[in-house]
């Protein structure tokens, strides 16, 4: 039993440094706000918020242009995508896209864009 | 009739406090008929989460939007079969699901195990009662699915992707998984307040766990075809919180599954079994939690969830109870047995536990590495499919290899010599398969040739093993082959079931390294009368075609697919336009060929009012087999599921009840 706890939490621990070490910490998430706030400019990092203005433009060939706002919050940030739109997405709808600030705008990577589910991820009641 | 459903969740509520309670001290103080009434209180609740349950159904098929939860879920148009998507489709629903399957898994469970485990069951019952006044506790209190409201003339109706057959199937099977984990873990449980250190506990659950896993990972891929056709990106499985709530319990239980024949026939792994079994019950409330908590799509939406708090509670309070109780028993649970040889069957499955548990606590910290992160350091850091792929490859590659390893290996241990003898096939079988794969072009995808190999030492060393056991079998009994495989699986249905669903995990392998390794996708954009290649076939877009459906506006591009100069057919993939939702959704077009298992998947991403469309097609070898994998995983499940009168004899004498009662 001690060996077995022993070599599980060694396994572990020598995989977790190797990952660590081979790809770093991950993509940061943020909100819009924080964002323009901590100008994160060029370094690839995963926006959510909810969608709002009118989509324009097209994502299979000059990109989708839309605006995404806090979910709670004002601050709004424009962004552009290409690649495939889940159905879900509209305005209104809280999603996240990964991609990177480039001069205001933050520019989404091909194909990052997912939608949040709204029947899963129910807001909080306003009857109860 | 909103106060007969509260009224029934109330009196659930008392009855499981009673359960609890009068069945703790009756198992204390020894007291048989207060035991009994306990028991009888637990049978009961049952009964009121049925009553609970058909309120809610018949406000459903009323159409009573007095009822809030109604209003919310559904509609007049909603047809009458979905009303049952809705029914545990939303929040209040689901735990009145919850607690409906608890407190008939509770029922059944101690019913069928009064007899021959009294003992047992009389501490079994207030473990029950314990989880059931948590979700009646917070039906009654905190979440309530008998709101009313003064009623508006129709619902919000139900999200048009769950209005499908997949839909109605998936969340009950996923939940008759999770639920179902509460048995083991209650008798688990049950067994250290009995103060039994001995396995009567295991082989009272076995099926319990063994159906309880079989329904998560069946439904799991009912989820996972699911998100293939309707969804349409062209994948199956995205590593998404939600995703890996399921999964993670069912990586735990595959573990229990294997160390509780190591405890067994050996009486080691004791305190292990324990944990695991604890492990799992969390990791399904775990999962319940994250699917419904939204804590992972926005952790500000944690504070406001009024279910999340009390969730979290609830888990605490049981990784405390399970490990102090666990503690406390710790005399009872050490074992003199020693591990005689890292060479043997009870290594393997050591091996195989540590590999499973290894890979789900790294799912785990995957899917918190959020808060995490954002606790830590302040800055909310998430990882995603590069790092889930990462420990697929490093845990899921040796446990494919250890499928086909460890069956071959004796129980204690294995010489040389006759590991030599029973790897010969599959080492050889598997080395030239590994050979001709790379001849032909495989070696692209490392991790994807180093699959296949070890996928064909399984199957091989599954076939050795069934050929084995058959000519063993004739050689005993002179029966002829068929009759001797027959009554070989019959004798052994634990084993043999055991085996079929390695080949189907096999499949699966196969199906996955085939479709995420070996895909091809190409993107254009095309006029009426132009093609575009992949890979040998040719996708010619003829025409557009318009309909008007009766909720929606239907666009379908044609596709002529042709591969070389023989026709395959015609592909239909466009978007449908719910005026009435707001929604549009995408109508993905599969072409699959049974034969080789491939699928050309093709999206239309892009009407333009010209007729121009932008396609996205995909090749995807093999994955075909991952349904087919889902087949054979249910058969093999049976088959060890499958009563045994045989081993309920044996069972009996072991433990020393009649078993014509078992």
């Known amino acids: ?128 | 009739m909103a106060e007969l459903g509260r009224a029934a969740l109330v009196i659930c509520l008392g009855l499981s406090v009673y359960a609890a309670a009068a069945g703790a001290y009756a198992a204390y103080r020894g007291r048989r008929r207060l035991s009994l009434s306990a028991r009888n209180a637990l049978i009961a609740s049952f009964v009121a989460a049925v009553v609970a349950v058909l309120v809610l159904v018949a406000a459903f098929l009323r159409n009573d939007f007095g009822f809030t939860y109604v209003a919310e879920h559904s509609s007049r148009r909603l047809p009458a079969l979905y009303t049952f998507s809705a029914l545990w489709g939303g929040q209040e629903g689901s735990l009145l699901f919850w607690l409906l399957i608890l407190t008939g898994f509770a029922a059944a469970a101690v019913l069928l195990n009064r007899r021959s485990a009294p003992d047992l069951v009389a501490w079994v019952v207030p473990v029950l009662g314990g989880v059931a006044i948590f979700f009646s506790f917070m039906l009654v209190a905190v979440s309530s699915p008998f709101d009313t409201q003064p009623a508006p003339v129709d619902g919000a109706g139900l999200n048009p992707s769950l209005q499908n057959l997949h839909m109605l199937i998936h969340p009950v099977l996923l939940y008759l998984g999770y639920v179902g984990l509460t048995i083991p873990f209650a008798f688990g449980m049950g067994s250290l307040l009995a103060k039994r250190g001995d396995e009567r506990w295991i082989v009272a659950t076995r099926r319990w766990t063994l159906a309880a896993w079989g329904f998560l990972g069946i439904g799991q891929l009912i989820g996972a075809h699911w998100a293939y056709v309707e969804v349409g990106w062209g994948g199956y499985y995205a590593w998404d919180p939600v995703e890996n709530a399921a999964f993670m319990p069912w990586l735990v239980s595959t573990a229990f599954l294997h160390s509780v024949m190591v405890q067994e026939k050996k009486g080691m792994l004791r305190i292990w079994n324990m944990l695991l079994v604890a492990g799992g019950f969390v990791l399904a409330l775990f999962g319940t939690f994250l699917t419904r908590s939204g804590i992972l799509s926005s952790i500000h939406s944690f504070t406001e969830s009024p279910l999340g708090g009390w969730f979290l509670g609830f888990i605490a309070i049981v990784i405390a109870f399970s490990l102090a109780l666990i503690f406390l028993r710790l005399p009872l649970l050490r074992t003199k047995t020693k591990l005689d040889s890292l060479a043997s069957r009870e290594a393997s499955f050591l091996y195989n536990n540590l590999l499973l548990v290894a890979f789900s606590l790294t799912i785990l910290w995957g899917v918190l590495y959020p808060i995490l992160s954002e606790a830590v350091t302040g800055q909310r850091n998430h990882v995603s499919g590069p790092y889930y792929n990462f420990f697929l490859h490093v845990f899921g590659l040796p446990l494919l290899l250890l499928m086909g390893i460890g069956p071959l290996l004796a129980w204690r241990k294995t010489s040389l010599r006759t590991l030599a003898r029973t790897w010969a096939w599959p080492a050889a079988v598997s080395l030239v398969v590994g050979a001709i794969l790379l001849a032909l072009g495989a070696g692209s995808s490392i991790p994807g040739l180093i699959a296949y190999t070890f996928s064909a030492f399984v199957i091989v060393s599954i076939v050795v093993e069934f050929v084995r056991g058959t000519r063993a079998r004739k050689a005993v009994a002179g029966e002829s082959w068929p009759t001797a495989f027959s009554s070989l699986v019959a004798r052994n249905r634990r084993r043999y079931g055991g085996y079929v669903i390695h080949a189907a995990i096999v499949l699966l392998a196969i199906g996955i390294a085939g479709s995420s390794a070996y895909d091809t996708t190409r993107e254009a954009k095309l006029r009426p009368g132009q093609s575009m290649e992949i890979r040998g076939y040719t996708l010619t877009y003829r025409r557009l075609v318009q309909r008007e459906s009766e909720n929606a506006r239907e666009v379908r591009a044609l596709v002529d697919v042709r591969r070389g100069t023989s026709s395959e057919g015609t592909l239909s993939a466009g978007k449908n336009n719910y005026p009435v939702e707001r929604q549009v959704s995408n109508e993905v077009a599969i072409r699959s060929n049974l034969v080789t298992g491939e699928d050309v998947y093709l999206i239309a991403q892009q009407v333009e009012t010209d007729g121009t469309v932008f396609f996205k097609a995909e090749v995807l070898p093999l994955v075909n087999l991952i349904w087919l994998a889902g087949f054979i995983f249910i058969g093999g499940t049976l088959i060890a599921l499958w009563p045994d009168a045989r081993e309920s004899r044996r069972l009996a004498d072991r433990y020393g009840y009649a078993a014509a009662r078992a």
């Open chain 1, 1 to 128: 039993m001690r060996l077995a706890l022993a070599l599980s939490i060694a396994a572990l621990l020598a995989v977790f440094l190797l990952y660590t070490s081979i790809a770093g910490g991950g993509t940061p998430s943020l909100r819009p706000s924080q964002l323009l706030a901590n100008g994160h400019d060029g370094n690839r990092v995963t926006l959510s918020g909810k969608v709002v203005g009118h989509p324009t433009g097209n994502p299979g060939e000059g990109g989708l242009h839309f605006r995404m706002r806090d979910v709670n919050g004002t601050a709004t940030v424009a962004v552009v995508y290409r690649g495939t739109v889940p159905d879900m997405f509209r305005t209104g709808r809280d999603i996240s896209v990964d991609g990177r600030l480039r001069n205001g705008v933050f520019v989404g990577v091909k194909n990052t864009l997912v939608t949040k589910c709204p029947s899963k991820y129910s807001p909080k009641k306003s009857t109860s």
